[in-house]
């Protein structure tokens, strides 16, 4: 029986409808589930942040309700949702507010690698000041449970990543591994992680893709998306883990250059919805 899959339509003034209608008609898609669009396709970009909100809220309700099974949703402009009122900076936030939790982190997957984020939307300053003992120990742990939830690698070790160039080459260039990422380390340890580091960012994705790691645990949001979307853009999947439903994304935003050429590739939408109805069906397996 083929799952069905809650797809919002996005921001309205970018591609979010256009690749969503492109998608919903793939063979590739219409093979492997039952597509339900929340959000008018058709509908015009006045108080486009108020109405992807709103479609983000009807999916939701939706997916616990039990009505979809998964939900993908296409990209949003953080400054309309702004405008429209909302306190949330993205996705990950409201969704954790919607779905009513709090340790909740971002995971780009691709075939070739995977990685979770410490830090998301903040500024390359602010990084330092919310990086914590606490959050990689967090962002660590719910990697792990769904790399094992979902069984998606027979690897089991993780790798986490340093702050600074050469992991602060003993405090010359920094001292978060020592104050703060070192400790994170040695507690999960200690708690029976199968964790090592921290590695410097220039040479840990590499090992990654060799095999040595089942997934890297990145500190901030282009250390990680810079190497994961040059490697494999069109594969790349936004993973929100920690949510008590599946959610799923294109790697992509809104493209407001393009809007109304007909030229948007949908194939990272395919992607996304392909990774929600095989975490769906993995989960149903369990």
């Given at each position: ?70 939900i ?34 971002m ?13 998301t ?62 400790p ?18 220039d ?47 294109p790697?992509?935003?809104?493209a ?18 392909k ?12």
């Amino acid at each position: 029986m083929k799952p069905k899959i809650g797809i919002t339509t996005g921001c309205l003034c970018g591609i979010g409808p256009e690749v969503v209608s492109k998608a919903i008609s793939d063979p590739r898609v219409l093979q492997i589930c039952i597509p339900k669009v929340f959000g008018d396709l058709n509908s015009g970009r006045e108080d486009c942040g108020a109405k992807s909100i709103k479609a983000v809220e009807s999916v939701v309700h939706a997916v616990m309700s039990g009505e979809v099974g998964a939900i993908v949703t296409a990209p949003i402009n953080k400054l309309h949702w702004k405008k429209a009122g909302s306190e949330f900076l993205g996705h990950t936030e409201f969704l954790a507010s919607l779905g009513g939790v709090k340790s909740v982190c971002m995971m780009m997957a691709s075939p070739k690698l995977k990685v979770s984020l410490v830090t998301t939307h903040a500024r390359l300053a602010d990084v330092p000041h919310l990086i914590t003992k606490e959050r990689i120990c967090e962002v660590t742990k719910l990697t792990l449970t769904h790399l094992r939830t979902y069984a998606l690698t027979h690897l089991k070790k993780i790798a986490i990543c340093a702050l600074n160039p050469h992991a602060g080459e003993s405090g010359e260039f920094g001292d978060e591994e020592e104050k703060i990422i070192l400790p994170a380390i040695a507690e999960l340890k200690s708690e029976g992680y199968n964790v090592s580091g921290p590695y410097a960012s220039d040479t840990v994705f590499l090992k990654a893709l060799n095999g040595e790691f089942a997934a890297v645990i990145a500190m901030y949001h282009d250390q990680a998306l810079g190497v994961i979307k040059t490697l494999d853009f069109r594969n790349t999947v936004n993973v929100t883990l920690g949510l008590p439903f599946i959610r799923t994304s294109p790697d992509h935003g809104t493209a407001e250059d393009i809007v109304g050429k007909g030229i948007a590739d949908h194939s990272n939408m395919v992607e996304a919805i392909k990774m929600a109805v095989e975490l769906v069906r993995k989960c149903l397996s369990t």
